[in-house]
T-cell receptor
């Protein structure tokens, strides 16, 4: 069992739809990161959060520490949102960095 | 501010050879982390350097090593290359990725192919 689990693995949406990607973790972590990876490999950090909710444009990230669960929401999805979304977390002991397997999102015009 | 740079961007090596990859962090960042990404295993943590010291290490064999210089630039070395080492190697820099307030900034990666 992976320390960080993501779902779904693949997601296809119509432009304009509301999208949710889920991340659950089983280890103690100091913060949770949401990353975006476009074809070609470049990774961009979208959010880093340890509690509550953060919003950036059409993207919203939430985390529930008690339930060890985080979600990434995309409102009014657009084809340029097509990418792989990865949740990641450094352990709270600071000696490991865990990654989810990624969610491949395709938004169709 | 210039972003994280990695060189080379692409590399082809033969089994048994060794390779050195370089990462230049964002100015002022003292932490550099290295990651391996393969289709089968996804992203995996290799090691992290902070102020020239290896602070954390993932579960990789000793063939994978690294170092960090006084200007925070980092290199990683893989000796006795195996076919399974073919991957995208990413580095990321941060003021300190283990503190909640500091994000990681990723470089474009080095795509290594071992034949």
């Amino acid at each position: 069992k992976n320390e960080v689990e993501q779902s779904p693995q693949n997601l296809t949406a119509q432009e304009g739809e509301f999208i949710t990607i889920n991340c659950s973790y089983s280890v103690g972590i100091s913060a949770l990161h949401w990353l975006q990876q476009h074809p070609g490999g470049g990774i961009v950090s979208l959010f880093m959060l340890s509690s509550g909710k953060k919003k950036h444009g059409r993207l919203i990230a939430t985390i529930n520490i008690q339930e060890k669960h985080s979600s990434l929401h995309i409102t009014a999805s657009h084809p340029r949102d097509s990418a792989v979304y990865i949740c990641a977390a450094p352990s709270n002991t600071g000696n490991q960095f865990y990654f989810g397997t990624g969610t491949s999102l395709t938004v169709i015009p | 501010k210039a972003g994280v740079t990695q060189t080379p961007r692409y590399l082809i090596k033969t089994r048994g050879q060794q390779v050195t990859l370089s990462c230049s962090p964002i100015s002022g960042h003292r932490s550099v982390s290295w990651y391996q990404q393969t289709p089968g295993q996804g992203l995996q943590f290799l090691f992290e350097y902070f102020s020239e010291t290896q602070r954390n290490k993932g579960n990789f064999p000793g063939r994978f090593s690294g170092r960090q210089f006084s200007n925070s630039r980092s290199e990683m070395n893989v000796s006795t290359l195996e076919l399974g080492d073919s991957a995208l190697y990413l580095c990321a820099s941060s003021l300190d990725p283990y503190l909640v307030t500091y994000e990681q900034y990723f470089g474009p990666g080095t795509r290594l192919t071992v034949t």
